[in-house]
């Protein structure tokens, strides 16, 4: 089983690089500082935002695998043979126990396939090795072209063919595995020229793919290259970096061993013996991080060089990468910034206008302020459209963590005295509030609100043009309280739906507030602890965090006091999640405690919070930039007793989109746009649940 992808902490920058340094006489240089390095980008030098100098103690987890590929589609029977002998010589060297984890794959005409592992029992992978039945086969020959039907070129494109397949196959299962990779290509690689691949999509890809999976492709054979005789791959180095200049060889071994920072060595007579010089040689290394430039277009070709103080070293790093606009969030841009009153204003223009122009209208507008729920309440009455009420409904919900409108003349702040007293009370309920609540059940709606899909035109490695929030569909669930927790059914059967992570999370004392998921057909968010958790977490971490007061807001139930709050990380109980992560397999759940800020309104008599937001500071260099949470609470009534539960909540999230991408007979995920999405909820027909039983006859309603 794949390794889970590590969990990215924004201390890395969006470009990494693993760098190899050796000294005249070709030995690997440990002792360099990030003082020692410059990188430059396209010529212009960065920032680094990281640098770690890697151990070379082969016990050191994620350091180093060795992997070795067996050609037995481009290499002639006695070649091939001469290839596995080396390679099981180097297994199975000082008695099995190897220095690195180490696999072998094998391509043959039959397809790809793999030795289990990585493992550092170099006997039991030599041993898999002779057997062959029992190593995993990653893919068949079906489906591509057979080689014993061609003859000529076409046999040479066909091994083109079929051997980048298997080098992005093999980049793609190595991208799953933390850690640096040596990938060693027994042989000279595949046949390139006329007819044989050389798609601007390959090129980009396979640069991007082994740089995410940090694999360093090397060459080693025994045998010179017939092909040098032919072609100076020197100009190849280079890169490709526009649709133009692609070429067939740009996708040769001899190109990208180097571009990914490796060699190819041939007419090697030892290779057991190269192979232990290179390994050796390439586990020590360094791992720099930088900020990329932003990029325009797609595929923005960068080419980079990495200078030490000490210019008699010599340094083997990746040549190059493609940048994309996607690396960084664009978010768009609204026709216009509008307050309440100018809103208030705009919207007394709209009788005459169709439904779909006057919701056109509304939706490329952002409020500069809050707009309150009994004037959203008091336009929805007037606006009669489907569309333009929806529309309306985004923008104020969009509005919903700003600060309202000021107030000419405002109440003065109580003392702070009073405000201990107010907040001391708030305390009581929340720690009574959650103990009382009985059990109960509530219908909750969410009205879903996102971006337009993509158009097919249009290229995923760059932002959507159309990013407006449209509404996208409403769901019905019934909510179960039962014994202090809560239960979402959509079926009203009382499905519990928590998983066994939530639920130790939740032993740990961290709040999952909103949970972001992604299938293959759509994007969704699933707000947790809006009756109870999210009450008690906030003011337990705000008491000890940054607390003050904001300010009185008048409402029709009467005055509120609302308090600002701050929670730095360290203090913080509240999780962001996210699923899932590109890197790995594609199904790491991003968990991060965040630092988070937000208000509380709270009833000055009573200490009851009838508002509460919560806004997530994530940080830098993350998945997610935005994950705020709305709650109003207000009074229902259960079994004749008045309680207060949460009747309206606005979710808000923005984060990356994870891709799928199909390519070499395999599928993986990979980062795409920033998006958005926002859940408009409300809840309503609460009714206390009770433990008897009785028969309804045909003609009785369910009570839900």
Known sequence: MHDAAPQPDGTDGLIRLDVAVRDASGQPVTDLGANDFTILDDDQPQQLVSFHAANADPNAPHNVEVVFVL???????????????????????????????????????????????????????ASELAIRKVMRLIWTADGLYQLNRFQGIAIRNSRNNFSLNALGSIVIEERSRPGRKLVFWMGNGWPTGEGCEDSFDYITEFSTRIREARVVLSGISAWPNPADRVFDYKESHKGVATERQKNSWALSLQVLAPQSGGEVLTGRKDLERALEEAIDKESAYYTLSFDPPRARTADEYQPLRVLLKDASLTVKTSAAYYNQPIFYDDPPVPAARVSVAKLDALLQTFHGLSDGDAANRLESLELTERMSAKQLDDWKERLHGSKTNAALVAVADASSFLDPPEVKAPMPAPSIEEQRRMLAKTVVYVSKAMVRLPNFYAVRTIHQYRQPQQKESESWKVPPVDQLLQPKGTLSATMFYRNGAEVADASGMGRKNVSAQEEMNAMQGHWSGLVTRETSRSQGMDTRGTFGPILSTVIVDAAQSRLEWRGWEQHASGMRAAFKYAVPQARSHYEVTYCCLAEGTGITVFRKLSAYHGEIQIDPETGAIVRLTVQADIGPRQPIVRSDILVDYAPQTLGNVEYMCPSRSVTIWRGRRSEMVHEWNQSFRAYGPFVTMMDDVSFDRYHLFRGEARILTGDEALPF
């Open 71 to 125: 050609d037995e589609i481009n290499l002639a029977s006695e070649e091939s043979k001469q290839a596995e002998h080396a390679v099981a010589e180097y297994l199975q060297s000082s008695m099995g126990d190897l220095p690195h984890p180490a696999l072998v794959y094998v391509l043959s005409s039959k397809g790809l396939s793999v030795t289990s592992g990585p493992s550092r029992d170099g006997n039991a992978i």
